[in-house]
């Protein structure tokens, strides 16, 4: 498998300080001019503990770049500034570090905005402008202060592709830009700009088992990103959420009743509808969107000799617009309009900047399924299969949108014989299958039986008595310094700690 890797401060080149120097030299005037608005990034953070999640982990600090733009804004990466404590600033040959303040994070596209208060910090700081996509073999220059030297640092490098690639601080696939330049940790949030000095994107992760590949967040996706938070908050891209196969094979086409003349991508997989998109079918071909005909692979025209998935065309739009489909359905073309809305998907993508969820009754601590619980083994080879496999094949379904797993069982009497139990997926309380992780909590505490019957993923089982359970919780909550019994989303705490076992 082929990893990515954010570009942060972690690997070090020795050279990377001397190669700066001499290629500064070097630069065009564009860039030049443009020194002085790139600006390095510490970041104070500190993440939560999914395993113990009423805890964070102990703060520490990585760097990055990031430049001015218009209204004293600094552009950079999400993942610089996520779950951030204390942010500063440093300008180029200025040795003084300047207090930051997190305006808008964009975990999606990897983006964020910053600004300083200090009003002498923007004298003299020129905002940069952007220009559009640049094409294939177009010189650009990467900026920025990566790792192996304190100085400003320029790398030049070519576009070589153009296309959706994985973001993997967010795992969302959004349009990026390749580059032969040599971009390294401590890169991230720092622009590549063309031969005026214009910025055509920021470069945010490199690929690992490659020399010299790095990609850079384009000026589309940036500008969509800054429009979006306009309002002061971050919606994020649209997604169709429903599957699709591609209608290459000659068998399928005319199994669908497609003509010679006609092209798409048929529905494969259809979640829960709602009142806005219980308009497609299973089998439906979707031929064209907003009027782009799209090709039996799943491609449409992008630029000259140039093709790219028709996904592209829905992250152009926002949450909330409406688009219009073109589907073949038995054999007869209809239009049928659609409104976007966010990614939905059963195992909900990283989030950041927050505290995780929790619930804890009998010492049996629950947890929604997410990607930043699958991040905790660090490998994913070591984390366990069952869960891995609803990160990978789960969909959401009328009996269940998330996904509750019984996470550990925090020892105490009551709960003797199931403290072995770790990491499992919840199916099923008293007989009523659990539809996420509120509907666990209604289920246990408006129950009226006298025992608490759990059926577990794994066929295995936990039966305790729900009285004993409600009155050993605080008793448990204060022998492991647990402030509550469950995290702020799931409302007012029905059990405190016992001050005595503190």
Known sequence: MRKIFLLFLGISIAFQSA????????IPPGDSKNMGSIVKVFSVYSSPNYYQPWQNFQQRIKTGSGCVISGNRILTNAHIVADQTFLMVRKQGDPKKYTARLLAAGHECDLALLTVDDPDFFKDLPPMDMDNLPKLQDTVHV????????????TEGVVSRIEPVLYNHSEKHLLAIQVDAAINPGNSGGPAVNKEGKIVGIAFQGLSQAQNVG??????????FLKDMEDGKFDGFPDLNFKMVNMENPDIRKWAKMKDSQSGVMV????????????????DVVLSLDGVKISND??????????????????????????????????????????????????????????PSFYIVGGLLFIPLNQNYLDSWGDERKTPRMLVNHRYYGEITDERDEVAVLSEVLADDVNMG???????????????????????????????????DIQLENKGRVVMELEKMR????????????PADRSKDFSAPAAVPSQSDF
């Not at 900026?143 to 320029?154: F, R």
């Not at 073109?326 to 998907?345: C, F, H, V």
Request: charged share 25%; with cysteine.
């Open 19 to 26: 190669f700066a120097i001499e290629a500064i030299g070097k």
């Open 143 to 154: 900026l920025g202060y990566p790792v192996g030297g304190d100085n400003i640092s320029v």
């Open 215 to 224: 990609y850079i967040i384009p000026v589309p996706v940036i500008n969509h």
């Open 268 to 283: 494969s997989f259809l979640p829960p509808p709602d009142e806005n998109r219980n308009i497609f079918k299973v089998n």
């Open 298 to 355: 799943g491609t449409v025209p992008f630029r000259a000799n140039e093709v790219i998935f028709f996904e592209s065309l829905v992250w152009e739009k926002f949450i909330g617009d409406k688009c219009t489909f073109r589907i073949l359905r038995d054999g007869k073309e209809m239009d049928i309009e659609y409104i976007l809305g966010p990614t939905e998907k059963l195992v909900q993508m990283r989030t950041f900047d927050q505290l």
């Open 418 to 452: 199931y403290q072995q139990i770790t990491y499992t997926p919840v199916e099923s309380i008293n007989g009523v299958k659990v539809k996420n992780m509120k509907h666990l909590i209604e289920l246990i505490e408006k129950s009226k039986e006298p025992f608490i």
């Open 471 to 482: 009155n050993a919780t605080a008793r448990i909550l204060g022998r492991y310094r647990i």
